[in-house]
């Protein structure tokens, strides 16, 4: 079955530092990859994602990936963290399996952003 | 204004009850899922549906029930066999097949048991 790892569980930063939250999945074959961020209060809203082509991918609110096939990770940077980017992070894999899309999610990373 | 919708926000019951959580979309979506979020586990797939009136169990269905009898709703019951019922449920949708795996998710149900 497919494993998704996140091995930052909790990551405080000051504002402005940079970030790197990392991701590995465990399927070898083709794979699609998000990564989705849960603020205070709010839905599950998706980050970024990867489906083909160039490797890293650029999303919402400064926030970029990159997919590096032969490492299986998706690690998730951004180059200066706000305070309002406090929140719990979590990387998703979907593999193909015919038409199912099912999504497997890593346990997430809680970034804690101080003033 | 498009999107998924899952009621109540907050939701209390007794142990050995039933309870039954509500997920619409108005997205037009063909599958639909459920997932528990735990504090520190992420989220863990339930059950999910690809079309109307077909689903199957995820990688912890046990203690739970489904239906999809229409495009737009895909309850989720919590039945008194699932032994550790308090969590966060969240919905999402998706459409399946070849186009985008992106799932949508709802604002969740925080269900307490006691």
């Known amino acids: 079955a497919q494993s998704v790892s996140q091995h930052n569980h909790h990551v405080i930063l000051s504002e402005a530092a940079s970030l790197e939250l990392g991701c590995n999945y465990s399927y070898g074959g083709t794979v699609n990859l998000f990564w989705y961020v849960q603020y205070p209060g709010q839905h599950l809203q998706l980050l970024l994602k990867y489906f083909s082509g160039d490797p890293l991918v650029k999303g919402i609110k400064g926030f970029e990936a990159e997919f590096i096939k032969s490492k299986f990770s998706f690690n998730l940077r951004k180059p200066s963290v706000q305070w309002s980017d406090t929140a719990e992070y979590f990387c998703?894999?979907?593999?193909?399996?015919?038409?199912?899309?099912?999504?497997?999610f890593g346990t997430g990373t809680r970034l804690q952003v101080t003033l | 204004d498009g999107g998924i919708t899952q009621s109540p926000k907050y939701l209390f019951r007794k142990e050995g009850q039933n309870v039954t959580l509500s997920c619409e979309q108005n997205l037009n979506h063909d599958a639909m899922y459920w997932y528990r979020q735990d504090p520190g586990q992420g989220l863990r797939l339930i059950y999910y549906s690809q079309i109307v009136n077909d689903f199957q169990k995820g990688d912890i269905a046990e203690g739970y029930s489904v239906s999809r009898e229409k495009k737009e709703s895909f309850p989720l019951t919590v039945t008194s066999a699932q032994k550790n019922p308090t969590a966060f449920y969240l919905c999402?949708?998706?459409?399946?097949?070849?186009?985008?795996?992106?799932?949508?998710f709802g604002p969740g149900t925080r269900l307490t048991v006691t």
């Open positions: 999402a949708s998706s459409f399946p097949g070849t186009r985008s795996y992106e799932q949508y």
């Open positions: 998703a894999v979907n593999e193909h399996t015919g038409t199912a899309s099912k999504l497997t």
